[in-house]
């Protein structure tokens, strides 16, 4: 958590001048507003570099700065419809479901992070700064690029599968007993069906000759899913779990947030932290995702709350001093 927090109110004109005065001390600005609303503040690519001819900028938004539907408001659940993943996500047959969340708000910055790296490498090689206009649903498209291509080249139009996949059979998850108990389960390979078979039903059933193969158990899914629920109605969540891992089935409880801050991986990886922050709470953060033997991440401070670092940055980064900075809160433009 190494972010600090700033807070302008970029409705006063005065807070223009504060924007473009860090911008001289930045290597990256980075927005998401809808677009052309940072050139109506007088802050635009071009803007920024009267002040650092090398800086980089990246524009994050739904549709891209430009084109017919680049006015197109929402939220990622949006980005997600337009870019096919609503219709991809719920049982086949049904009306769909969409990913949880909107979707490529999640996805779109695992696109701008390499683009920035690239850009800032040119950067160190040319001294050339940069713009990247990054459209979220364009982003969100490469995750669906076997099926576009697959479609390109067979006609077929991908529909959505529930929990199925079209390479593993059994893959879904089953209810277990007790409230709200599930477990994922996926075969990946003939002998793990076989193990799972003996589990859920004996020998009988492990040695049928009809599920042998992928292609088998694909023509008998639903036969084998309800087998396998019927099974999981029964079982304790965490003991099925268990016991499928340990014949080396794929398994997993369906973990809820509580389930996931008491999961030992999670622990042993020292995934979530407690960070206590200046109103008292101490709320659980998530570590870096990385583990970088150079440049390991520090987690030292909380989330900022809003302006919670106004004055140090206004200091340390655009060379205000007091004075200043206290003539521009008396105007209102910190918050």
């Known amino acids: 958590m190494g972010k600090l927090g700033l807070a302008l109110d970029l409705s006063r004109p005065q807070s223009r001048q504060v924007v473009l005065d860090l911008a001289r001390w930045a290597d990256v600005v980075t ?12 802050l635009s690519y071009a803007e920024f570099q009267k002040y650092n001819p090398a800086i980089i900028m990246l524009s994050s938004c739904l549709m891209g700065q430009d084109g017919p539907l680049a006015r197109t408001a929402g939220f990622g659940n949006i980005g997600a419809a337009a870019s096919g993943f609503q219709v991809m996500v719920g049982r086949d047959g049904a009306e769909p479901v969409g990913p949880a969340g909107p979707y490529t708000d999640f996805v779109a910055p695992r696109f701008s992070l390499p683009l920035l790296l690239a850009a800032l490498d040119h950067r160190r090689r040319t001294g050339e700064g940069g713009y990247i206009d990054a459209a ?17 080249a ?20 089953f209810a277990c007993a007790g409230n709200e108990a599930w477990l994922a389960i996926a075969v990946c390979s003939d002998p793990q069906w076989k193990a799972l078979a003996g589990i859920v039903g004996g020998e009988a059933l492990a040695n049928d000759p009809r ?22 109605r029964g079982q304790d ?13 794929p398994a997993h409880v369906v973990a809820t947030a509580q389930d996931f801050a008491a999961d030992p991986q999670i622990g042993a990886l020292g995934h979530l932290i407690m960070q206590p922050e200046p109103r008292g ?28 670092d106004t004055d140090h940055i206004l200091r340390e980064f655009a060379g205000y001093d007091d004075a200043r ?6 105007a209102g433009v910190l918050r």
Not at 286 to 303: G, M, N, V, Y
Not at 325 to 330: D, E, N, R, V
Request: net charge neutral; proline share 6%.
């Open 211 to 232: 599920f042998a193969s992928l292609s088998g158990r694909k023509a008998h899914e639903d036969e084998i899913e309800a087998v396998v629920a019927d099974w999981a």
């Open 154 to 173: 067979t006609g077929r139009v991908a529909r959505a599968l529930g929990n199925r996949d079209p390479d593993f059979a059994p893959h879904g998850v």
């Open 31 to 42: 927005e998401s507003f809808a677009p052309g609303q940072m050139e109506k503040w007088g």
């Open 325 to 330: 900075i206290a003539t521009l809160k008396q």
């Open 237 to 249: 969540l965490f003991q099925a779990e268990a016991a499928l891992q340990a014949h080396g089935i």
């Open 136 to 152: 979220q649903a364009e982003a969100g498209l490469q995750f669906l690029a076997p099926l576009i291509a697959d479609y390109a």
């Open 281 to 308: 709470r101490v709320p659980i953060v998530e570590a870096s995702r990385f583990r970088l033997s150079a440049t390991p991440a520090r987690l030292d401070r909380s989330a900022p709350q809003t302006g919670r």
